[in-house]
């Protein structure tokens, strides 16, 4: 079976940096994901990590450690816009759907 | 502008009355799939679509069905709701499965009283 955690939730403060933990078990390893959800809304792609190491795009960055089954997103500069609901996610054994965590609630403040 | 749309955003309908929530995607993909988001238990798959004509059932199909009789439109009925159905639904769409990129939706909020 696959089973991803995450924490629940998350505060910082403005312009901070903060990093968010994901841990997954899966059988076939294809590939992890991130998306952002506001809340309400949908969810946006962030990022896709397959290969070990850190990824960076802009303010976001995003590390996978496939030995470990470990990944964080570590998000640079916060600003309250980046409040928001944060998904880690793996494609099942099939690649017929996405397994999502339950998502980290980060909170932003001034 | 590549996006996925969905119809009705909002729903608030009774125990038994059959309903359809529409899904259209414009970007030519393959693969799309329903979920529900419900607190505490994430984004749950209800349904996918590998391609036209072919469907199969996601983790909680209970009490849905989907057609795929074009490629752009992927459909979720719920032939009598119940208030367990109570949800937030989307619908996402790939060009194909495992290391690509889903679209979501902006989501329909379904009330079932």
């Known amino acids: 079976g696959q089973n991803i955690d995450q924490p629940t939730e998350m505060t910082a403060t403005e312009g901070a940096i903060v990093q968010i933990n994901c841990t997954y078990q899966t059988s076939g390893f294809n590939g992890l994901f991130w998306y952002q959800q506001h809340a309400g809304e949908a969810p946006t792609f962030l990022s896709y990590n397959v290969l070990d190491g850190l990824e960076e795009k802009g303010r976001f960055s995003s590390f996978l450690s496939r030995s470990k089954g470990y990944s964080y997103l570590l998000l640079k500069e916060l600003q309250m816009k980046d409040s928001a609901s944060y998904l880690c996610a793996v494609p099942n054994q099939a690649g017929t759907a996405l397994i999502f965590g339950k998502g980290t609630t980060l909170s932003v403040s001034s | 502008e590549a996006q996925v749309t969905q119809n009705p955003r909002y729903l608030i309908t009774v125990t038994g009355k059959k309903l359809t929530v529409t899904c259209s995607q414009n970007?030519?993909?393959?693969?799309m799939s329903w979920y529900r988001q419900d607190p505490g238990l994430g984004l749950r798959q209800i349904y996918y679509s590998m391609n036209v004509e072919v469907t199969d059932k996601g983790d909680v199909p209970e009490g849905y069905k989907v057609s795929r009789k074009e490629k752009r439109n992927f459909p979720l009925i719920l032939e009598s709701p119940s208030p367990n159905q109570t949800s937030l639904y989307f619908c996402a769409s790939s060009l194909g499965t495992s290391g690509e990129t889903q679209y979501f939706g902006p989501g329909t909020r379904l009330l079932v009283l």
């Open positions: 970007m030519n993909h393959e693969y």
